[in-house]
């Protein structure tokens, strides 16, 4: 439910209606807006006493909310969130690049691609130190010493960055680190990690399960927004299919579906999603075309040597390619790129 208070209601009006929805055995969530505060109320199902809610004379109406999930809502929240990350921020109008290598792997790796993600206009260096490799044969990444390479390109370039927390064990580690987390799509229902990336404070690139649908990504959300962390981006990264000329399906319909039900931004990342170099530019505008705040590109200086994803990885000069082609995409569905 959520109570939407009188315009202009006063702090102990508030207070009030709060004490009211303890009483009744749930927590109040207030979000103030600019003339008219709303109280989530968050407790088990079903929810009781909304005729009780409706009566208090603070109050000017109690809203069913119709979807599992509350503050991921757009019934909850109708503008869209804008996350920060650093100098840059993810939402709104504004298509947002986040790119880099798959895994790191050296500093002049790094180095190489994050200059070449900065002139080609990109605004997040990610990189990842924790692999989470579907054999435990192949190259598990270097570590602390990978998040210490990516922190300290991304300050020689200038860009904020982004690489995965694969399990709570790394977190406080990781979180030091970068300026944004993400969860893997291995990841998208560990609810332990869920909350307790959320309670670093920090902004969560949250990547959608590979077979997971679009309730159940937002219910993930959730579990982050529940935590008092607002700043969540999902990304949709490709789905499990029956079809086997792609690594993955990457799910356009998603997007608008997303964008419908929930106010959180929401990015596309082809190369996970292709698995395969020459369709990932396609694959990046048509994320865009259908609406997409940013894409997620994996770069590499040199992709035969790549010790992960080597296959769906671009060269720099590819990857400027695609930027400038998606800045045209951007600007033909009236968004911007710069
Ligand atoms: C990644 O982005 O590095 C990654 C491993 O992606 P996903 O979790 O989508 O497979
Ligand atoms: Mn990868």
Redesign the pocket.
């Known amino acids: 439910m959520i109570v939407i208070m009188k315009v202009n209601a006063s702090q102990a009006a508030i207070d009030r209606v709060q004490f009211e929805i303890e009483k009744l055995g749930y927590i109040p969530r207030p979000a103030p807006g600019e003339s008219r505060t709303l109280i989530g109320v968050i407790g088990p199902k079903p929810l009781r006493g909304k005729q009780h809610l409706q009566a208090l004379p603070e109050v000017s109406d109690v809203l069913d909310i119709s979807t599992p999930y509350k503050l991921a809502s757009r019934e909850w929240q109708p503008q869209d969130t804008i996350v920060k990350v650093g100098n840059t921020s993810i939402g709104g109008n504004k298509v947002s690049v986040i790119a880099g290598p798959?895994?790191i792997e050296s500093y002049e790796q790094t180095k190489i691609v994050g200059e070449a993600v900065k002139s080609a206009g990109g605004h997040i260096l990610?990189g990842?130190a924790f692999?989470?490799r579907t054999s435990p044969y192949s190259f598990q990444g270097l570590g602390e010493e990978g998040l210490k390479i990516l922190k300290q390109v991304g300050l020689e370039v200038n860009l904020p960055t982004v690489t995965?927390v694969i399990d709570t064990e790394v977190l406080e580690m990781t979180a030091e680190y970068t300026d944004m987390l993400?969860i893997?799509?291995?990841?998208m229902q560990n609810y332990t990690l869920l909350k307790e990336a959320a309670r670093t404070g920090k902004p969560i690139l949250l990547?959608r399960g590979?077979s997971a649908t679009v309730k159940e990504t937002i219910l993930a959300a959730e579990y982050i927004l529940n935590e008092g962390n607002e700043q969540v981006t999902l990304?949709e990264?490709?789905i499990r299919t029956f079809v086997d000329h792609t690594r993955n399906t990457l799910d356009v319909s998603a997007i608008p579906a997303f964008q419908r039900l929930s106010h959180l931004p929401v990015i596309v990342?082809p190369?996970?999603a292709a698995g395969k170099r020459h369709k990932v530019l396609p694959l990046a505008l048509a994320g865009v075309a259908a609406g997409a705040h940013g894409i997620?590109i994996?770069v590499h200086p040199n992709p035969e040597e790549a010790l992960s994803?080597g296959p769906q990885q671009l060269v720099p000069a590819d990857f400027k390619d695609l930027v400038d082609r998606t800045r045209m995409v951007a600007e033909a569905v009236g968004k911007r790129l710069d």
């Open positions: 798959c895994s990610r990842g692999k989470p995965e993400q893997g799509t291995r990841n990547k590979m990304c990264r490709g990342d190369s996970h997620m994996e994803d």
